[in-house]
């Protein structure tokens, strides 16, 4: 059985972000490229700054942090977590 | 080339060469009393040529040609050259313009800060302009706004208003004749007719404005003015912005800025006595 | 082989005397190959032919800290904010692509400007890029295709008949894949001419000695960079855009032309992917344009031909407009007949002719 993939995030320094209410405008020096995103991305990114992990990982440091329960985020953080891997923002380590 | 004129407008200077005279001489009627670039240096260079050689005499077509071309642009009659000279500018600044962030949108002055006023075309920002250039405002333009991306300060950009079918009445009862070039009729957008600036718009082409109000105007409902996200004029000037992500971390940090230090509306109108009306309200809480 | 170095004198320039303006790429030349004594009187003709000739990045940081007019000191600073721009969005384009094939243990070799940029090369400074040119493995290029289309990437026209089966038989790269979200393209190659062309340069070879520089990702060998650069500039093409080309030429030759046996092994690698004509007359132009030092026995005699291709790369006036256009349309016509054998040829172009 293979392992689930592990997902690192674009380190802090290379991702300037603005917060313009409630939603967060992101550039990415690396890439050149804006983003504006919605939580819980905002949030996936700096969870995974925490250390590489993986989907089931992060939604447990997610669910931790901010108090809700793992089955009923479970998709919104995986839809999120796709987005950001898209946009390069997230890759698989 | 041939026939040849180079104009300065705000920060930018072209140089348009034209393979028949009568394009050039209705644009330096156009632009009479606007400067000679200083040091005949030109940012971009737009050329009217016949699309194909024999094109030049045998029903006259202009192919706009320049540093920036659309590949599958159509070649335009003789008698709409002017237009051809204006589509070609703003074609340049679009694809080529790199010193600026530019703005869909147009802008006017007073007391040193800018109203900028952006939307889809047709919403009416050029026509509301030209107006309130005329009721004690200084244009800075009607179709680019340029912000500068260190100071976050507006440029002027005064090129000729370009006023389409309804307009072109409106305007013709607040400008005098004299300032308006030619009626171009069946052009593929209807008609249209251009408006030089006033005095003030063209001795102020140097002058930069702090930006202190955008407003989205939307003509066709009843007055209102409502608050918009400062995500979602983000969203919306990136959209409209030709070059947006061309000048990456630069262009990311202008606009953020704007957006964080400048209130927004979006406003309906039924008529321009309205807008107008609205306008000065709205400025007169921002500024 | 026969030591010696051949540095052409430039052509005339206006050192230190206001006098007729050279032509448009005439004077970009001058300023790009000798930016200290370049002077002009028309700011204008040179950044509109720069503009032409996708140049005026490279121009911009040529005179970096020059002292030029104010105006135009602020659109070249413009140009070089810009360039550093076009070099991001390479880089990352070729960082997607590493990505999107992490899984398939090909080395995807890098390409022209994206290269440069990669390797941190001379011939970076400044370069415009456009297109995402890779080079892998023709057995794995199915592969290859497959995983940049899983990852967002898209065939520009659907898989139709005989363009298909022209590129993927007559050509040496796969139709060209745009990609859905950042709208740029990716060209994948399998070998750097068309298997119908004349010269075969060696695919396998060009990989066997290519250069890791990141996990996945590779550039080619210093002198198979050139003999690819002088490939696509005199085996391929119609020399549209040559001056670009023939500039990174000067670049690379001036950075690895300083290498120790860099020379016999460009000559070596030359006869080996069969392109032994198209390097000597890449040596001499990038001599006679920019006076490179370049290698003499190498580069060979002059050729009368050689003003014709000298001509071509400066076929651009003060207005940006192409002139010359007989020798152009020559040159167009040697392009078709470079790709495919005379038969060929008629055949494919009749069928063109029916659509």
Not at chain 2, 138 to 164: T, V, Y
Not at chain 3, 112 to 140: I, W
Not at chain 3, 282 to 310: K, M, N, Q
Request: aromatic content about 6%.
């Amino acid at each position: 059985m293979t392992a689930a993939p592990r997902y690192i995030a674009e380190h802090r320094d290379r991702v300037r972000a603005v917060e313009l209410d409630g939603l967060v405008v992101l550039f990415h020096e690396t890439s050149g490229m804006t983003h504006i995103v919605a939580p819980p991305a905002p949030e996936i990114l700096d969870a995974l700054r925490e250390g590489p992990a993986d989907a089931a990982t992060l939604l447990a440091r997610l669910a931790a942090r901010f108090a809700f329960e793992q089955k009923d985020g479970a998709e919104a953080v995986a839809a999120r977590l796709a987005e950001l891997e898209q946009a390069g923002l997230v890759r698989r380590t | 080339m041939r026939h040849q004129l180079a104009l300065q407008i705000g920060p930018v200077a072209f140089r348009i060469g034209s393979a028949w005279p009568e394009p050039l001489a209705a644009l330096a009627r156009l632009y009479a009393a606007y400067p000679a670039p200083a040091d005949d240096i030109c940012d971009f260079t737009v050329r009217l040529e016949p699309e194909k050689p024999w094109r030049r005499w045998i029903r006259p077509s202009v192919a706009i040609q320049g540093d920036y071309v659309l590949p599958d642009a159509a070649p335009m009659a003789l008698a709409h050259g002017l237009l051809a000279a204006e589509m070609g500018m703003n074609l340049q600044m679009a694809l080529g313009q790199k010193r600026f962030l530019l703005l869909h949108a147009s802008s006017v002055e007073k007391n040193g800060r800018a109203l900028v006023m952006t939307g889809e075309s047709g919403a009416g920002k050029s026509t509301l302009a030209a107006l309130l250039g005329e009721r004690g405002w200084r244009l800075m333009g009607d179709e680019f706004a340029l912000l500068d991306l260190d100071s976050g300060n507006l440029w002027p950009f005064p090129r000729a208003i370009s006023l389409k079918n309804g307009a072109i009445a409106v305007m013709e009862g607040e400008a005098p004749a004299e300032r308006f070039g030619p009626l171009l009729e069946d052009t593929p957008k209807g008609a249209i007719r251009h408006l030089r600036p006033n005095e003030a718009a063209i001795v102020g082409m140097n002058q930069c404005a702090r930006p202190a109000l955008i407003l989205f105007p939307r003509f066709g409902a009843d007055c209102a003015a409502r608050g918009v996200g400062q995500a979602e004029i983000f969203m919306r000037l990136t959209q409209s912005s030709t070059n947006y992500v061309a000048l990456g971390g630069a262009g990311f940090d202008a606009l953020t800025g704007l957006v964080r230090s400048c209130p927004a509306a979006a406003i309906d109108y039924p008529d321009t006595e309205g807008a107008i009306d609205l306008v000065e309200a709205l400025w007169s809480e921002a500024a | 082989m026969k030591e010696g170095w051949l540095n052409r004198d430039a052509p005339p320039s206006q050192r230190g005397k206001p006098g007729p303006v050279r032509a448009g790429a005439r004077q970009l030349v001058d300023a790009l190959r000798d930016p200290e004594n370049f002077q002009t009187s028309d700011w204008s003709g040179l950044i509109t032919a720069a503009r032409a000739e996708q140049l005026l990045g490279s121009l911009a940081f040529r005179l970096e800290g020059r002292p030029v007019p104010e105006r135009a000191a602020s659109i070249l600073a413009g140009a070089r904010r810009e360039a550093a721009q076009q070099r991001t969005q390479a880089l990352w384009e070729a960082e997607m692509a590493r990505r999107a094939c992490e899984g398939l243990s090909v080395p995807l070799i890098l390409l022209k400007g994206t290269a440069f940029h990669a390797a941190g090369l001379d011939a970076a400074v400044g370069r415009s890029v456009g297109d995402l040119d890779l080079l892998v493995p023709r057995a794995r290029i199915e592969e290859v295709e497959a995983a940049l289309i899983d990852a967002g990437w898209e065939r520009i026209k659907p898989a139709d008949g005989y363009d298909d089966l022209y590129y993927r038989r007559w050509m040496h790269e796969l139709p060209p894949l745009v990609h859905r979200d950042r709208d740029r393209m990716a060209d994948v190659h399998h070998t750097i001419l068309p298997p119908t062309a004349r010269p075969t340069p060696d695919a396998a070879a060009l990989i066997a000695d290519s250069i890791a520089i990141d996990s996945g990702v590779a550039i080619l060998s210093s002198p198979d960079m050139i003999v690819h650069a002088a490939a696509h500039l005199f085996a391929d093409g119609d020399l549209a855009g040559g001056l670009r080309n023939l500039w990174d030429i000067d670049r690379l030759l001036r950075q690895f032309g300083a290498e120790p046996g860099f020379w016999q092994v460009l000559a070596t690698r030359a006869r080996l992917h069969q392109l032994t004509a198209p390097v000597a007359l890449a040596l001499r132009l990038s001599a006679r344009l920019f006076a490179t030092p370049v290698d003499a026995g190498i580069a060979g005699r002059a050729r009368p031909s050689d003003r014709l291709f000298e001509a071509r790369l400066l076929a651009r006036d003060n207005w940006g407009r192409p002139t010359r256009p007989l020798l152009r349309f020559a040159f167009y016509l040697r392009s078709h007949w470079l790709r495919m054998p005379p038969l060929m040829l008629a055949r494919h172009l009749l069928v063109k002719a029916r659509r």
